[in-house]
């Protein structure tokens, strides 16, 4: 016999008290593995940068605690990205984001196509997203997603490459996130 597929709301209520995260599409629960160590530095360094620059501004700066509810309308999906951030909208959950403008995933080898595939396609159906940065932590290699009027483009970049981060107002050089 089949197990049923979890609630939202079971799902929800179940990682408030769990000793590691999931992530949850449609009904199956995954299990999240912890980051490496350059995977925790490229987090910590890029979150800070964001703060610090948006501190004062009315924007939260999350790291890899809080969820956020992608897909579309009839998908019921909860990832924790590495880094978001929210401005002004909140959420009414203290444990969900459902209104991010940037959402920034460092990719590791056992999720690089997951992030670039089922998470790309997810994010972009949050209608406040307006970015979604992709950083490598095997080389020097940024991918940016960004809202361009109703569709998403994509811009490489790479060492010696400034960046702009529009949804925030902060311009980056490659090896600054580095």
């Not at 769990?18 to 449609?26: D, Q, W």
């Not at 610090?52 to 992608?70: E, I, P, R, Y």
Request: aromatic fraction near 10%; hydrophobic fraction near 35%.
């Amino acid at each position: 016999m089949k197990n049923p597929l979890l609630s939202v709301d079971a799902y929800l209520e179940s990682e408030k008290a769990a000793k590691s995260k999931s992530e949850y599409i449609n009904g199956y629960v995954y299990a999240m593995v912890g980051g490496s160590r350059r995977h925790n530095l490229l987090t910590v360094s890029l979150a800070t940068r964001l703060h610090q620059h948006l501190s004062g501004t009315g924007c939260d700066v999350f790291a890899s605690d809080m969820k956020v509810s992608a897909g579309s309308d009839s998908d019921h999906i909860f990832f924790y990205p590495d880094i978001m951030v929210s401005c002004g909208h909140g959420s009414d959950d203290d444990y969900v984001e459902e209104n991010p403008k940037l959402i920034i995933e460092i990719l590791s080898k056992s999720t690089e196509q997951h992030d670039r595939f089922a998470k790309l396609e997810a994010y972009t159906q949050i209608a406040t997203l307006e970015e979604y940065m992709l950083v490598s932590q095997y080389e020097v290699l940024v991918d940016l997603y960004r809202r361009e009027g109703g569709q998403w483009c994509t811009q490489r970049y790479r060492e010696g490459d400034t960046l702009y981060l529009r949804s925030v107002g902060l311009e980056l050089s490659v090896m600054d996130i580095y």
